[in-house]
């Protein structure tokens, strides 16, 4: 996998994207429809916008990614449901919502309003279809905001959702609209080693694993790898919910095959609200936004699922995309949780609120300018899932910080608890560098940076960790 993380690559990639981005810019003069496309559990890199159509073909994503921006350095806030999807609907980080996991925690919309209040408020007509994880009361709309909701809310709904959306397209709209359409797929991967009906259809038998993609290329445990990882690992495989632990290469590959077929079932319903969409004649003043709660191991350093900090798990696509906008790729830094919310407001001309912890990106993605004053963004997670290890249930807490170059992230439990990558050398994470005398200086730094990070957004989590 190609990583563009070097300082030059970005300053070039930011100079394209504002020399081309002029043409449309001018377009945005009034109040855009905002829709909102997400998935759930699929990694940044699998478009065939980004690997090619050998083994995979999205060509409804693509088509966004075709007519925007995408950023290829987008982390989501928490690499599992509820947490990334409450950071995305508040613009705040999951230590302040008090959610790292996918409990039932359901927030005051006082203390923290969600995309949804925020836009009906702003005099926008808002609607959310699919799947739900918000931690919101959704049988009291005015706890999140969104007038048009129908019933079906989770597993089994993929198929349902563009109907529903196209019912809200057909409305008689006076205001510019906010839509959130949220799908499951291909979340069903959890479902498939488990030998489980897909709640959203059938995707046929694997064929022999050589007629499947290749294993991946960082798919064997990382060098000098921490003790907790290690422990974390086998509490995984020893549960009943993660059937991986003797995977053969073979079955890995066709892992990575069903992960695929159930990422072309979501593009094909995306395919069918964009149509909806295009049809309804709204799409000339929309805003579409794609982007996933968190992404999928697929097999990597023997990992399947989400919930840690490696980069198929935590990385994610961001994509912009606007009637005139043309393709531009940008590697500006991003954390998905507290940028979604700034940035939508700065489209539709609402006042962003006050305690919003991320970065607006309007400027960026319309070509006037780029946001400066971010070195890093911050990731965390809370691994409860698992089974004992020799009487031990780990359950770590931890946070992980991505630079221009280097991830370093660290947690609570373990005797060795900080690892180190250094991602333009080694993008597979292969070789944790913490330990290393030569990259004491980029370990401390990062220590710094994540310490710094912490006392200005009250992350009390730190001083336990870092001595």
Partial sequence: M?????????????????????????????????????SDQL???????????KYLKTPNIDYLAEHGVSFNNAYCANPLCVPSRGSMFTGRYPHELGIQTNEDKLLDPDEFPSLGTIFK?????????????????????????????????GNGTDSISPDQANKFFKMKHQNPFFLVVSFMNPHNICQWPRNQKLPDGAIGDAPPADQCPPLRANANPSKNETDIMKLMRTSVQNSKMFPVGDFSDEKWRQYIWAYYRMIEKVDSEIGRVLQSLRESGLDKNTLIVFLSDHGDCQGAHRWN???????????????FSYPGMKSRKSDYLVQTGVDLMPTLCEFAGITIPKNNRGIGLKQLITGKTVPTGRQSIVVSDHLTQGEPVNGQKPEPEGRMLRNDRFKYWVYNEGEQRETLYDLQNDPGEMVNLANDPKYQAELKNCRKELIDWANKNNDPYLKFTIK
């Fill in 2 to 38: 190609k990583n563009n993380v070097n300082k030059r690559a970005l300053g070039c990639s930011v100079f394209a994207v504002l020399m081309s981005a002029g043409a449309y810019s001018q377009q945005l003069t009034k109040k855009p429809n905002v829709l909102i496309i997400m």
């Fill in 43 to 53: 990694s940044a890199e699998s478009t065939s916008f980004n690997m090619g159509t």
């Fill in 121 to 153: 408020n702003a005099g926008y007509e808002t609607g959310y279809v699919g799947k739900w994880h918000l931690p919101y009361d959704r049988n009291q709309a005015e706890s999140h905001g969104f007038t048009y909701l129908p019933e079906k809310k």
């Fill in 305 to 319: 699922q989400k919930t840690v900090f490696y980069e198929e798990a935590s990385k994610v696509p961001f994509i």
